[in-house]
């Protein structure tokens, strides 16, 4: 009984993520531009040095946890696919890769600004020169990202050919990247999660060889 009712869930939840790509488009888009002004507002706030600073670099932080989950979910579909487990909910993250990783993408931008970068430029704090290493890792992440996200259109995908497939492979690189930034920092549900993807993707990659 609650098995159907599950499987009706998910069966409505894949019908309607079929069926209304305009609209969840055009959520993506309004999601795209609340994470900019968060991005833009959380910035002046941390410049100014306003009584929401703090609250702004929490907003940072939390983008990050939701870029790492972000980043889960796209990779999701691919394990699974690569073991033959075929789950519908996850067929529909297949439907919205790009935009799933175009949102991976801002949420990331907008957790580096917010939590080191904007206030390191404008205000001189934590200097580069005593940068822990977690940081260093969380930039080379956030560095491959930004090629990921430009060649997110189909432009990019027509011109590049065999060679945008390459430059997205960098995507397994990214995780590793995350997650010893997030694990030299502390052991967290955000690292085991990202540690937990890291291993299923090289476990399914071996499976699906052999
Ligand atoms: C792909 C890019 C990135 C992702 C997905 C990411 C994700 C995360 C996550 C999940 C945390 C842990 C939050 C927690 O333990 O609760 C974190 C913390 C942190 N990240 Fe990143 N990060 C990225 C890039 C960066 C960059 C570029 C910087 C700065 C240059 C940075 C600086 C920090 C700092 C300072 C913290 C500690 C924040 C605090 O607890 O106060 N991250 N990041």
């Known amino acids: 009984m609650k098995g159907d009712m599950v499987r009706d869930l998910q069966e409505k939840f894949f019908q309607i993520a079929a069926k209304e790509k305009r609209i969840i488009y055009r959520l993506f888009y309004l999601a795209y531009i609340i994470i900019f002004w968060v991005f833009v507002w959380g910035s002046l706030e941390i410049i100014r040095q306003t009584p929401n600073a703090s ?3 929490n907003l940072g932080v939390w983008s990050g946890r939701a870029a790492v989950t972000m980043l889960a979910v796209v990779l999701i579909p691919g394990i699974l696919g690569r073991f033959g487990i075929q789950i519908k909910v996850t067929r529909v993250f297949t439907f919205y890769r790009r935009q799933l990783g175009i949102t991976t993408f801002l949420l990331s ?3 580096g600004m917010l939590v080191r970068i904007v206030a390191r430029i404008a205000l001189g704090w934590y200097p580069i020169s005593r940068a822990p290493l977690f940081e260093l890792f969380g930039s080379l992440a956030l560095s491959l990202l930004f090629f990921l996200f430009i060649t997110s259109n189909d432009w990019s995908v027509g011109r590049l050919g065999l060679w945008w497939k390459r430059l997205h492979r960098f995507v397994y ?3 590793w ?3 010893f930034h997030t694990i030299l920092q ?3 549900v955000w690292s085991v999660m990202i540690s937990a ?3 299923l993707e090289v476990v399914s990659l071996i499976y699906s060889k052999y």
């Open 55 to 57: 609250f702004a670099y």
């Open 109 to 111: 931008f907008t957790h």
């Open 173 to 175: 690189v990214i995780v």
């Open 177 to 179: 990247l995350i997650l």
């Open 186 to 188: 502390r052991v967290s």
């Open 197 to 199: 993807v890291a291993m």
